[in-house]
C-alpha cells in the first residue's frame, strides 16, 4: 500500500468514476484498474464495486474511505512539513467557512491575499457552506481549518478550537416597518410577527422565546430558517418579518431598505438573552496545523484585528 494507490482509491470513491479520475490525475484507466486491484488485494477485500453505470465503494470500501481521506491529508501534511524544513514554502491547505457578508466576502478574501503573496506557492482552497457541512469535512481530513461559529455543535473533545471575535446579531425590519414608529417596543410586538433567520442563530431565537413565555407571552408562529443571509435580507425587506443578522451583515444591507431595532429599544430588554455567539477557528486534534495553516491562522487574527471585529 502507497501513498499513489490511497489516493487515487480516495478520488475514485469521490467521482464514482474510472474515466475521470484517470483523466483528473493524468494517468491511463489501465494503469488506474492495476493500482486499484493491487490495493484490494494488499488489503485482502474488494473495495468497489464495478458496474456500468460507475464506481462505488463495498461496505468495506466505505469505511477503509473515511480512514483513507485522513491518511491522504496526513501524507500531504507530512510533505508540506517537509519541504518546509527545506525552506521551500509550499503547501496544500483547505479552508471552509460558514457563509455571510463580512466574513466572505470581507475577511476571508484579505486574509487569502495576504498569506499567497507571502506564500506564492501555497495552494489554498477555500469553501462555503454550513456548520453540518463542513464540520463532518474537518473530521475527514477534507478540510484543514473552519472558521465558524463556536456553539455546541463543535465538541471541543474531538477537535480544537480557537475563539476569534464575539458575533454580535442585531433585530432587523424593513425601512417602513410598523415597528418603526413606536419609541418603545415590547416583547409581545416583537413576537406577534414572524422571524426569518440563520439556522446558525436558532440558539438565539430560542433565548428571546424562552423570555417570552417567562411573560407569559407565545410567539404564534415557528421561524423561519435558511443558511443565506442574501434570503433572510431579502425576506425582511419584502415583509413584515422580522429578521436576526450579524451586524456585519446587517451594516452591509443598509443601503436595501434594512434597519436595525437597537435592542435598548426593547421595553424588556434587561431580561433578553445577549446576541451574540463565538466565532472561531476550528482544527482536527489529531493533527498539527502544517506551516501553512499557522500562517493562515496569523493573518485570521491579524485582519479581524484590523477590521475591529477582535474588541
Known amino acids: 500500500m502507497d501513498e499513489k494507490q490511497i ?14 479520475t484517470a483523466k483528473r490525475l ?22 468497489l464495486h464495478r458496474t456500468p453505470r460507475g464506481v462505488h465503494p463495498t461496505e468495506l470500501g466505505e469505511a477503509f474511505y473515511h480512514r483513507a481521506l485522513n491518511i491522504a491529508a496526513e501524507f500531504r501534511r507530512a510533505h508540506e512539513d517537509l519541504e518546509n524544513l527545506k525552506g521551500s514554502a509550499i503547501g496544500d491547505i483547505a479552508l471552509g467557512v460558514t457563509p455571510g457578508p463580512g466574513i466572505l466576502d470581507g475577511v476571508i478574501p484579505t486574509v487569502v491575499t495576504r498569506v499567497t503573496k507571502s506564500r506564492p506557492k501555497l495552494k489554498l482552497t477555500v469553501r462555503s457552506g454550513t456548520v453540518s457541512e463542513l464540520l463532518p469535512a474537518l473530521k475527514r481530513g ?21 475563539l476569534i471575535f464575539q458575533d454580535h446579531f442585531v433585530i ?7 415597528l418603526l414608529a413606536s419609541k418603545a417596543i415590547t416583547l409581545s410586538e416583537l413576537l406577534v410577527y414572524r422571524w426569518v433567520l440563520l439556522q446558525d442563530a436558532l440558539p438565539l431565537w ?10 407569559k407571552i407565545q410567539a404564534p408562529f415557528a421561524p423561519i430558517e435558511s443558511n ?25 444591507s443598509a443601503g436595501s431598505g434594512i434597519r436595525a431595532i437597537p435592542l ?19 482544527h482536527s486534534k ?7 495553516g499557522r500562517a493562515l491562522l496569523r493573518s485570521v487574527l491579524t485582519v479581524c484585528h484590523e477590521l475591529k471585529l477582535i474588541q
Open 7 to 20: 489516493e487515487r482509491f480516495v478520488d475514485v470513491v469521490k467521482s464514482g468514476s474510472l474515466s475521470r
Open 26 to 47: 493524468n494517468i491511463s484507466q489501465p494503469a488506474l484498474s492495476k493500482s486499484l486491484r493491487q490495493l484490494e488485494e494488499r488489503l485482502a477485500t474488494r473495495l
Open 142 to 162: 477534507e478540510l484543514d481549518l473552519l472558521f465558524t461559529v463556536l456553539d455546541e455543535r463543535i465538541d471541543a473533545r474531538e477537535v480544537k478550537t480557537q
Open 172 to 178: 432587523i425590519v424593513r425601512a417602513k416597518h410598523p
Open 206 to 215: 430560542r433565548g428571546i422565546e424562552d423570555c417570552g413565555r417567562n411573560l
Open 228 to 252: 443565506s443571509v442574501v434570503f433572510v435580507r431579502a425576506m425582511v425587506g419584502q415583509t413584515d418579518y422580522i429578521g436576526l443578522l450579524p451586524r456585519y451583515a446587517a451594516e452591509a
Open 264 to 282: 435598548e429599544q426593547i421595553a424588556e430588554h434587561k431580561m433578553l438573552p445577549q446576541l451574540v455567539r463565538p466565532m472561531g477557528l476550528v
Open 286 to 292: 489529531e493533527s498539527e496545523l502544517t506551516p501553512g
